[in-house]
């Protein structure tokens, strides 16, 4: 009997994986308040996605998901810190206000190709501008782990994927040889 990959049980979840053109295509922002209803109702399915994914695996680092992950292709994400009982963050047409020069390495999964980790640089500070349902901007500070989980939605709302991101000549490595699942990211 085979057992699934985790991107096959991804992709039973309702993840859009890799090489679907939506994940490189730039999401269209919302127009609010105007569009609440239809922000209201992508957050409503992010939200269901999410606890869809987290039947099938330990997020210790934390997760994300955007909606173009879910075949929507429209700015908004959701952000969940690590931790039980962490409260989800909502991001709707979020934009990067500022990032520090600091940056550090480290593995990276996704979603929407899950059989592997990469190695990510990334700023250890960032802002991020958003808008919250009523369209009321706001400004954002995140720092290291919660930083990384929210650049890494970010880009799946500019169309890139961390592979992307990664130094090169870097590849991905197998999830069976990444040795952080259920750990959270670890800072000096």
Wanted: net charge negative; glycine share 10%.
């Amino acid at each position: 009997m085979n057992t699934p990959t985790p991107s096959a049980l991804m992709a039973a979840a309702g993840i859009v994986q890799e090489g679907d053109p939506i994940l490189q295509t730039v999401a269209q922002p919302f127009d609010l308040p105007q569009e609440t209803e239809e922000a209201t109702r992508v957050v409503r399915e992010l939200h269901d996605a999410i606890s869809r994914v987290r039947q099938l695996h330990d997020f210790g680092k934390g997760m994300g998901i955007a909606a173009p992950q879910i075949g929507i292709g429209r700015a908004a994400a959701i952000v969940v810190p690590p931790g039980d009982g962490a409260t989800p963050m909502m991001l709707l047409n979020p934009t990067i206000a500022e990032s520090s020069a600091e940056m550090d390495r480290q593995y990276e999964g996704c979603l929407s190709f899950f059989d592997v980790r990469g190695l990510v640089p990334r700023p250890l500070h960032i802002v991020i501008a958003h808008t919250d349902l009523n369209g009321t901007p706001r400004l954002t500070r995140f720092d290291r782990g919660l930083a990384r989980l929210v650049l890494h939605e970010v880009d799946h709302l500019e169309g890139k994927l961390y592979r992307t991101r990664m130094d090169p000549g870097t590849q991905p490595i197998p999830v069976e040889e990444y040795r952080g699942t259920g750990q959270n990211w670890t800072y000096r």
